[in-house]
Nanobody, 120 residues
Framework: QVQLVESGGGLVQPGGSLRLSCAAS????????MGWYRQAPGKQRELVAV???????NYADSVKGRFTISRDNAKNTVYLQMNSLKPEDTAVYYC??????????????WGQGTQVTVSS
């Protein structure tokens, strides 16, 4: 069984910064893609950023230049550094990972979400 535990959300003023973390634990052989999604009230869940095992990244246009995704493979952890935050960034942020278990099964996992609120 694999679990994703998110942390780092909270309330921040416009222009401020937050750093989200997501640690994967359990029967993990390897982690392929890790990413962050978000869902604002009344809107569909959208991709924010993804990073592959090789370090390739992709970002939503709305966060390019402001957010940076990274990962620490030794800790099975993915991070999202969010700078120059805007009220439009307010959403529940979900961690996502595609993981190969020690039993050689490949599955997609989701964290329970962490609230990010950008408001003055």
């Amino acid at each position: 069984q694999v679990q994703l535990v998110e942390s780092g959300g909270g309330l921040v003023q416009p222009g401020g910064s937050l750093r989200l973390s997501c640690a994967a634990s359990g029967s993990i052989f390897s982690i392929n893609t890790m990413g962050w999604y978000r869902q604002a009230p009344g809107k569909q869940r959208e991709l924010v950023a993804v990073i592959t095992s090789g370090g390739s990244t992709n970002y939503a246009d709305s966060v390019k230049g402001r957010f940076t995704i990274s990962r620490d493979n030794a800790k099975n952890t993915v991070y999202l550094q969010m700078n120059s935050l805007k009220p439009e960034d307010t959403a529940v942020y979900y961690c996502n990972a595609v993981i190969v278990s020690r039993y050689y099964t490949l599955s997609e996992y989701w964290g329970q979400g962490t609230q990010v609120t950008v408001s003055s």
